[in-house]
């Protein structure tokens, strides 16, 4: 009998979207974890009524989020931390873009069930285990190795 193999998280949530005039609106979204990609944790907001009409994705690191959950972190693109919000504990998730900048608040519930079905997917410290890195370097040298001289 082999050991199993991780399998992707993804857990349906409904955010917040922090508006300038302090309340919020309801925007849905998709956390996804992939042990192909051990290393990030993956946001999805489904902006359409449909699935395939529009969905956009951010994509960072799975440690970022786990930290933010306690203390504030993230410079740059990405910044993360905990945050009290008007229906409860949440976290703030603010993502920042040459287009713009939008703050989400995150139930802290729903994040630190998400977080915990992808540290037993793939414990902290054994992210690099389930790496390809050969598939990759095979990938880009294949690539490169099929051009016309």
């Given at each position: 009998?082999?050991?199993?193999?991780?399998?992707?998280?993804?857990?349906?949530?409904?955010?917040?979207?922090?508006?300038?005039?302090?309340?919020?609106?309801?925007?849905?979204?998709?956390?996804?974890?992939?042990?192909?990609?051990?290393?990030?944790?993956?946001?999805?907001?489904?902006?359409?009524?449909?699935?395939?009409?529009?969905?956009?994705?951010?994509?960072?690191?799975?440690?970022?989020?786990?930290d933010g959950m306690s203390?504030?972190?993230?410079?740059?693109?990405?910044?993360?931390?905990?945050?009290?919000?008007?229906?409860?504990?949440?976290?703030?998730?603010?993502?920042?873009?040459?287009?713009?900048?939008?703050?989400?608040?995150?139930?802290?519930?729903?994040?630190?069930?998400?977080?915990?079905?992808?540290?037993?997917?793939?414990?902290?410290?054994?992210?690099?285990?389930?790496?390809?890195?050969?598939?990759a370097l095979a990938a880009?040298?294949?690539?490169?190795?099929?051009?016309?001289?």
């Amino acid at each position: 009998m082999g050991i199993a193999q991780p399998t992707r998280v993804q857990v349906d949530v409904s955010l917040r979207l922090v508006v300038p005039e302090g309340s919020s609106l309801p925007v849905k979204a998709s956390l996804r974890y992939e042990p192909e990609d051990p290393y990030a944790v993956h946001v999805i907001f489904h902006a359409g009524s449909t699935e395939a009409s529009g969905e956009v994705s951010w994509s960072f690191a799975r440690q970022l989020l786990a930290d933010g959950m306690s203390e504030p972190t993230g410079i740059g693109d990405v910044r993360v931390w905990p945050w009290q919000a008007a229906n409860g504990p949440s976290v703030a998730l603010a993502l920042s873009s040459p287009d713009g900048h939008a703050l989400f608040e995150v139930p802290r519930l729903a994040l630190g069930d998400f977080l915990g079905r992808t540290y037993r997917q793939v414990p902290e410290g054994a992210e690099s285990v389930h790496l390809d890195i050969d598939g990759a370097l095979a990938a880009l040298l294949g690539s490169y190795g099929s051009e016309p001289r």
